[in-house]
């Protein structure tokens, strides 16, 4: 059971598991995209279609011929990575060695939607993926097992993500026989530590200048690239949607929040609230990403510029 592209990092890798048969592939509805807004399938659905695999995609997983279907299937296992929706007690007592979960932090740490852009928004140095028996609570099951992973300075949410579906998806399939066999048993989370991460919006990528240097470094590595770390000049009579893509921390120098201080071919350095940041890649709205000295060639931001 899964919907996005890290889901099917784990289902290729159960793919890969000649003794393991796949009875079905649960992903959410087909949804509008693009600006056509064609209905389109989830890259899980894609993936499966390829691969010869029947396709379930109920509009809530407690409906109650979905949860009849999945009765009928008998599973022994169900495995849920990233699927998008809480499961009901009819599903997770259904199989035998019950539900496991591929969840892309160390619980309890970060529990809810998005584990990977809050983990970096906080400045976290590691990270990693929890193998998690499912219960009805918001990823409140026993750990099956857990593996780590350092958070390097240059890792973005895209990035980052990438490394942890294909953590998870080794951990899940170096796990399950051990699970199914009772030689790993979920043991309960620790009761001390419990974070929260919840659905990322596209109000979070919006930049506010008083915080420090670090902390918006951090926030527009977890942003990025969605929604995207974006300012806008000032005054309001000018806004267009400056979105920054690079920016690095530059110790020392100070002015008023969101003030632009210089503005040359070595970045553009912009005051926070303590410290200031200079971008080295950014992207106007309606353009092209690109770096700072193709920016400045076409645009003007002059020093005392205030962005907001």
């Known amino acids: 059971m899964g919907t996005p592209h890290l ?3 784990s289902l290729a890798a159960l793919l890969g598991q000649p003794d393991w048969h796949i009875i079905s592939v649960v ?16 890259p899980v659905k894609e993936l499966a279609i390829a691969c010869g695999l029947p396709v379930l995609q109920p509009l809530k997983a407690r409906d109650a011929a ?23 007690p009819a599903i997770l007592e259904l199989p035998r060695f019950g539900c496991l979960n591929v969840h892309t932090s160390l619980l309890p740490k970060y529990r809810g939607a998005a584990p990977i852009q809050w983990s970096i928004a906080h ?14 609570g918001m990823d409140t099951g026993g750990i099956v097992a857990q593996r780590a992973t350092p958070i390097a300075a240059d890792d973005n949410s895209q990035t ?7 953590l998870g998806a080794a951990l899940l399939v170096a796990t399950i026989p051990d699970y199914v ?7 309960p989370q620790p009761t001390e530590g419990i974070s929260h991460a919840p659905k990322v919006t596209k109000e979070d990528g919006h930049v506010g200048w008083s915080l420090t240097a670090p902390m918006l470094w951090n926030r527009l590595r977890a942003f990025t690239p969605w929604p995207g770390a974006y300012t806008f000049p000032q005054p309001p009579a000018k806004r ?11 110790e020392g120098a100070t002015g008023q929040p969101g003030e632009v201080i210089a503005a040359d071919k070595s970045g553009i350095l912009i005051a ?34 205030m962005l907001a």
Do not use: N
């Not at 992903?27 to 989830?42: E, I, M, Y």
């Not at 993926?129 to 009805?136: E, I, K």
């Open 66 to 88: 979905f949860v009849e279907t999945l009765r009928e299937q008998a599973p022994d296992l169900i495995v849920v990575a990233a699927y998008g929706h809480i499961l009901p």
């Open 272 to 305: 926070c609230g303590t410290g200031a940041l200079r971008v080295l890649e950014l992207q106007p709205e309606g353009g092209r990403r690109m770096k700072v000295p193709d920016f400045l060639a076409g645009h003007a931001l002059p020093p005392g510029t």
């Open 181 to 187: 066999r009772g030689e790993s048993l979920p043991r």
């Open 160 to 166: 980052l993500h990438d490394r942890l579906a294909e």
């Open 123 to 136: 400045g976290e140095t590691e990270t990693g993926v929890t193998l998690m028996q499912m219960d009805a």
């Open 7 to 9: 889901a099917c990092v």
């Open 240 to 250: 267009q949607m400056l979105k920054l893509w690079q920016a690095e921390v530059a």
């Open 27 to 42: 992903t959410q509805p087909d949804r509008p995209k693009g600006r056509a807004l064609a209905c389109l399938p989830s």
